[in-house]
């Protein structure tokens, strides 16, 4: 079984950037397809991004699109979101997740998702 570690999170300014980044251990990272989450209080978890087992197909919430970039290095066992042009709605914990996938695609349910890492805490100052 996979497990997942996630940091990078913080306090930032709103009109700023952080990366987030998640650290996969114990499985065959490349056959995961991965997402990432959030979590605000009193909210539901949310889909922010995902991306399939190589890289090749990525999806984006609408709110993050041309503001977040997700990406993957099946060498290093990581996936990263790049986060910019950050605002107050943007504040949550944000969790890495995994999904063992026999294709290529992406998946952004997060019932679909059977593994998760504990989250990192972004908080967006006005």
């Known amino acids: 079984q996979v497990q997942l570690v996630e940091s990078g999170g913080g306090l930032v300014q709103a009109g700023g950037s952080l990366r987030l980044s998640c650290a996969a251990s114990g499985g065959t990272f490349s056959a995961y397809a991965m997402g990432w989450f959030r979590q605000a209080p009193g909210k539901e978890r949310q889909v922010v991004a995902a991306?399939?087992?190589?890289?090749?197909?990525?999806y984006y919430e609408n709110s993050m699109k041309g503001r977040f970039t997700i990406s993957r290095d099946n060498a290093k066992n990581t996936v990263s979101l790049q986060m910019s042009s950050l605002e107050p709605e943007d504040t949550a914990l944000y969790l890495c997740a995994a999904r063992a996938s026999n294709g290529n695609y992406y998946f952004t349910d997060r019932h679909d998702y059977g593994f998760w890492g504990l989250g990192t805490q972004v908080t967006v100052s006005s």
């Open positions: 991306i399939g087992r190589s890289g090749a197909y990525k």
